[in-house]
């Protein structure tokens, strides 16, 4: 894995951390003699532990995009680590920015977990403790379980609470975080009690919707930001479009209908929109709005956070707590027009729904997501499937009327065909996969050997180094203060060397262990029966309520999780023809099942129908492989069909050879009569 830095500008970033260090660890008297920044990531950290430095890992984040807090924890982490004999690689340096503390999923937060995972750093320093998260509970869980008990160290660098003082750190914690969630709580209260003050002199307190604009009030004091202070005001050319849009659903025309238009007219989109243009959602939301007839509302609904589903939820208050007033000169649409759109949409609402009758879960109600668009995805942003229709037995793109070649795929259907080409496959790769395996032995092996005189020497190194401390611990107390200082500087060196060595045979031992615990081929052929079992059973829907998530393994690890669609419209045919795509190293997939070491990817591409397609086109791949690679003619190629059980002739091949070209975009080629064969004598 490797690690961000805390800017896109590493070299910046790099020179300010290590200046910020370096200046700190000379004030002290003790400039970091032989200390090279220039170096790579690997001799620096060795410096470290040689001169008797620990090496920490930085977590630094702050909540909203208009904080930069970033350089200023950083500063005050490296000032105290360089105080107090801890070097911090600026490739240690993790950031979340602009994300919430009390949110589980932060990519920097992750990265932290990994590093103290591997060992790669020993102290953790944070400028506040509320950095790692903003539950009080969940941050000391997060100090207990993954620092403490795993033998290491976290620091709290502005509070002053450092998990090497046994007897005090859980208190400190504690009630900082107690006081610190307080805090929020407070800020909270009194910014709601200023934006409703705002409100109520009718500016502008939040996102503005569409069909609005905001109007700078030069005689209002600045934001707190500096920025003009504005109020709402109705922009002409939104408003005409909401007036004609709401006189067409009026007169009958469907939402998405409506929607599609909006789109297609270039109409705006919420601010806030991260797709940059009008949702089906956002659209009929628009037309039940009440701005839309000058009424405004102020507390109508809170965010309140999660633990549970880690995201914010919007909070419906009670009516005490709604702030109206009524701006006429804000009126889009009459009273008479919005009440008849209101009673339209609310006719259209199906209200809460009682529960459905249990069913047994099958594959493809677990798949969904693993199947993309191949029209509208970009390598940036793929844009996955969506269950639609009826008891959402169909699939189709996110988009759905956007999307250039909008279908709906049966879910059942895609998936069985997916699962009846991977059995196939498996029967007819089962015995490459034992070779490689087999081939692959004899270089674990060698490895394992290697590995253990390796092991052999590093545990001698150890047993050095412990009578080396042992001898130096001796003899402190024996001379003066400046020689008990000298001794406790080599001590730190011994040790830390040691601990060096250690994580030199730890890592050792694990990378033998894998070897000993190779894929062998019965393991492997037992692993890979099971995986055929289970897509057989999958794709003749008889899964157990236990063996559908042990399928869903096997698929995923097949699959890689990404199905590509590919949908094409024929002429003059109402219904299309859809093919999924993906990639299948087989090999790789049965040592991700087993939890082994990945060999070398040798994957190919792989096309299945995802629908049953028309005959022509159902036949298009056999008859390429009869005639192109086979060499048969349109007759004999025909015969060879008829036997296999397909009831052509030699015109349907003919038909099928020129739709395989077609397919693939390529010309036809020049075929000579009869494949170039000599024609049989007449008998």
Wanted: aromatic letters at 8%.
């Amino acid at each position: 894995m490797s690690f961000c830095l805390v800017s896109a500008d590493a070299d910046f970033t790099h020179v300010a951390v290590h200046s910020w260090w370096m200046h700190a660890a000379s004030a002290g008297g003790e400039p970091p003699e032989g200390f090279n920044p220039h170096a790579s990531f690997g001799d620096r950290c060795k410096w470290a532990i040689e001169a008797g430095y620990e090496i920490g890992t930085n977590y630094v984040r702050f909540s909203t995009q208009m904080q930069h807090s970033t350089e200023d924890q950083i500063r005050e982490c490296m000032v105290w680590a360089a105080n107090n004999k801890i070097y911090v690689p600026p490739e240690l340096i993790c950031t979340d920015e602009a994300v919430s503390g009390r949110k589980t999923a932060r990519a920097g937060l992750d990265r932290v977990k990994a590093i103290l995972g591997r060992r790669q750093a020993t102290v953790l320093l944070v400028y506040k403790f509320s950095r790692l998260y903003r539950q009080a509970h969940k941050g000391f869980t997060f100090i207990q379980d993954e620092v403490v008990e795993a033998g290491l160290r976290a620091v709290s660098v502005s509070q002053g609470i450092d998990t090497q003082d046994k007897t005090s750190w859980k208190l400190q914690l504690q009630l900082h975080g107690i006081f610190d969630e307080l805090l929020v709580d407070a800020i909270g209260d009194h910014v709601r009690a200023g934006l409703k003050g705002l409100f109520e002199k009718g500016w502008t307190t939040g996102a503005i919707g569409v069909g609005y604009r905001p109007k700078i009030l030069p005689e209002a004091p600045l934001t707190n930001r500096g920025l003009p202070r504005t109020m709402p005001e109705i922009d002409p050319a939104a408003a005409e479009l909401i007036r004609e849009h709401a006189r067409l659903l009026l007169e009958g025309v469907s939402v998405e209908e409506g929607w599609k238009r909006w789109v297609e007219a270039g109409g705006p989109c919420d601010p806030r929109s991260p797709g940059g243009q009008m949702s089906r959602t956002a659209y009929r939301r628009l037309f039940t709005n009440s701005r839309l007839t000058g009424l405004w509302e102020f507390g109508r609904k809170r965010n309140e956070f999660s633990s549970k589903r880690d995201y914010v939820l919007q909070v419906e208050q009670p009516e005490s707590e709604v702030q109206r007033i009524q701006f006429e000169e804000l009126r889009i649409l009459d009273d008479e027009t919005f009440f008849a759109l209101k009673k339209k949409f609310d006719a259209k609402k199906m209200g809460p729904r009682g529960p459905r009758a249990p069913k047994q879960l099958q594959l493809w109600d677990l798949t969904t997501e693993f199947f993309f668009c191949v029209c509208c995805s970009t390598p940036e942003q793929p844009v996955r499937f969506y269950q639609v229709g009826a008891r959402g037995k169909g699939m189709q793109c996110k988009r759905g009327a956007l999307c250039p070649c909008k279908s709906a795929v049966r879910r059942e259907e895609a998936v069985k065909s997916i699962c009846k080409e991977l059995s196939e496959r498996i029967a007819n790769d089962g015995d490459l996969i034992e070779n490689a395996i087999t081939e692959s032995l004899t270089a674990d092996a060698e490895f394992a050997k290697d590995a253990a005189a390796e092991m052999t020497k590093v545990e001698e190194r150890i047993r050095v180094l412990t009578r080396r401390a042992d001898g130096l611990l001796e003899m402190i107390g024996s001379g003066s203060e400046e020689d008990d200082k000298q001794l406790k500087a080599k001590i730190r060196s011994v040790q830390a060397e040691r601990n060096n060595s250690s994580l030199q045979l730890a890592h050792l031992k694990t990378h033998q262990h894998k070897a000993i615990e190779a894929l062998t081929p019965d393991f492997a052929r037992k692993t890979v029966q099971e995986m055929s079992t289970l897509l057989q059973a999958a794709a003749a829907g008889e899964l157990g309520e236990d063996a559908v998530y042990k399928a869903l393994a096997v698929f995923r690890a097949l699959t890689d999780g990404k199905i590509m669609v590919h949908i094409e419209s024929r002429p003059g045919r109402s219904r299309t023809n859809v093919k999924g795509t993906f990639e299948l190293d087989l090999l790789q997939s049965v040592e991700r099942l087993t939890d082994r070491p990945n060999s070398e990817s040798s994957g190919e591409t792989v096309t299945v129908w995802l629908r049953k397609p028309p005959r022509l086109d159902e036949l298009a791949s056999p008859v390429h492989q009869l005639i192109d690679i086979d060499g048969l003619s349109y007759r004999e190629a025909a015969k060879k069909l008829r036997d296999e059980g397909h009831k052509v002739n030699s015109g349907n091949v003919w038909y099928s050879y020129r739709r395989y070209y077609e397919m693939l975009g390529q010309d036809l080629p020049d075929v000579p009569y009869n494949n170039g064969n000599r024609r049989r004598p007449r008998e």
